[in-house]
């Protein structure tokens, strides 16, 4: 894992820091998955609590052994925010309002989106929660590879775009690539990670 981390800024070796940490994760028991992730979304939720300018929320349906969002999401909805979760149409990104967790449902991609499509303009959004394989302390997020993110959030500010993740996650080295999106603020179990 050391010499992985000397040099991963090429795609190959992107590739293999991916996959490294998709692993780690998958050991992560039920209980502790669990109780990671209510530590991680109870620290968000004090920020956006404390942050009254927060009403609209971008979220994600958590997949396999990413932090769970579906406590999130709840918490979210008692705090009346509205939360809008990405759905891919005709190869691109949108957000789209769900009020109810039952609107979600696996559809062409490998994760839950919104039934219905009636996007939201994404600069009323007021905050993006993004997932992340892994990020730096530049911020710079290493996704799945697909670019979905990068494309549709290029234009938003850093200052509203956030992540969750495990702790292992966090590479301090990690630069990533010019088009990668940067997020502001990582959420871990352990710590809060306001990013250079």
């Known amino acids: 894992m050391k010499e992985l981390m000397k040099s991963y800024q090429d795609s190959a070796s992107k590739s293999k820091l991916r996959k490294y940490i998709i692993n780690k994760r998958k050991t ?12 991680i ?14 009403l609209n929320i971008g979220l994600y349906s958590s997949i396999n052994s ?12 008692d705090l009346n925010k509205s939360i809008f979760y990405p759905k891919i149409v ?11 967790i039952d609107e ?16 939201e303009d994404i600069d009323k959004i007021d905050l993006f929660i993004v997932p992340s394989v892994a990020l730096g302390s530049s911020g710079a ?10 494309y549709t959030l290029e234009n938003i500010s850093r200052e509203k775009i956030f992540s969750i993740i495990f702790d292992f996650q966090f590479i301090e080295n990690f630069e990533g690539e010019e088009h990668d999106i940067h997020a ?13």
């Open 184 to 196: 502001s603020q990582i959420f871990t179990e352990i710590r809060t990670i306001k990013t250079n």
């Open 28 to 39: 992560l028991g039920f209980v502790s998955l669990k109780s990671m992730s209510r530590i």
């Open 141 to 150: 997020r290493l996704g799945y590879g697909s670019g979905f993110y990068d």
């Open 66 to 77: 990413e932090v769970q969002t579906d406590y999130l999401y709840r918490k979210l909805l």
């Open 90 to 100: 005709a190869n691109e990104m949108s957000f789209v309002k769900v009020n109810n």
């Open 104 to 119: 979600l449902e696996i559809l062409s991609h490998n994760f839950r989106e919104p039934k219905n499509f009636l996007p």
């Open 41 to 54: 979304s109870d620290s968000l939720l004090a920020y956006i609590i404390q942050d009254r300018s927060i």
